[in-house]
């Protein structure tokens, strides 16, 4: 089992997640010894709130490597920010002021999980991320109300060329729609990562294993490979990730 995070927020005292390095320092090691081999940190961008820039999470980076070095534990990191999308997220990121993965064309986005906070059209501002060469990938689908009215938004996106990412804690709980989302997303190949979303040590945890090992015994060894490992390779290395993916059936209903 080999294992690498894409989306995290184990930097301290810059977002919601980590609050004290000694936090970094135990979400770290929980990591390590649950089987993740590589990271990329990925604290909040939200303009107004955590508007963690370049520069910011630089600093934050270089001390959680040396976290890393002074208690020898075996993680190869990487810098990055999850970016919560606005109109003005195309200009902050061609100023490079908001940070991409590793320093790359690729970043992590988000928006309001609820249709009644969007006051922009999330589909125009990835598309024009995109006509500006950024390879989006869209995380947590599964949380979206956009999402749960339409499923297929997921497949469409996938066609255009944008990338997706679940969290591994939306498949726990059968009884929430995150779990049904999530398991119909898999059940018809329109998931490229499985991440942490890790925020803490209790219940948003930086452990993966138990994921993989779900998704090994489900949809077979090779494809948790592909979630949890193979795919995160290619993105760190610019490479493309293809999926043989499809369009969710709707169910009809007779009386």
């Not at 398991?183 to 998931?191: Q, T």
């Not at 890790?198 to 060894?221: C, F, W």
């Not at 490992?229 to 493309?240: C, H, P, R």
Request: include cysteine; proline fraction near 2%; charge should be negative.
């Amino acid at each position: 089992m080999k294992l690498i995070d894409i989306h995290n927020h184990i930097l301290n005292g810059i977002d919601d997640g980590a609050k004290t390095s000694e936090d970094t320092l135990k979400m770290l090691q929980m990591a390590y010894e649950t089987g993740i081999e590589k990271l990329i940190f990925t604290p909040h961008f939200k303009e107004g709130i955590c508007e963690n820039d370049i520069h910011i999470v630089n600093t934050k980076f270089n001390e959680a490597k040396k976290i890393i070095e002074d208690h020898h534990i075996n993680l190869e990191v990487y810098s990055g920010c999850e970016i919560f999308l606005t109109r003005n997220s195309l200009d902050l990121l061609n100023q490079n002021t908001i940070p991409t993965l590793n320093n790359s064309k690729n970043i992590l986005v988000e928006t309001h999980r609820s249709n009644i906070y969007l006051t922009y059209d999330f589909d125009d501002e990835i598309y024009n991320l995109a006509v500006d060469g950024y390879h989006v990938i869209i995380a947590h689908p599964e949380r979206y109300q956009f999402v749960h009215e339409d499923i297929n938004k997921v497949f469409e996106y996938i066609k255009e060329g944008y990338m997706i990412q679940i969290n591994v804690t939306s498949l726990y709980d059968s009884s929430l729609e995150t779990y049904k989302i999530a398991k119909k997303l898999l059940d018809h190949n329109l998931v490229h990562f499985i991440a942490s979303d890790a925020h803490d040590l209790v219940k948003r945890t930086p452990n993966l294993s138990m994921g993989y090992k779900m998704i090994s015994q489900k949809y077979g060894e090779k494809r948790a490979n592909d979630l949890f490992y193979n795919n995160q390779v290619k993105l760190l290395n610019n490479q493309e990730i293809n999926l043989d993916f499809e369009k969710v059936k709707k169910r009809l209903w007779f009386f």
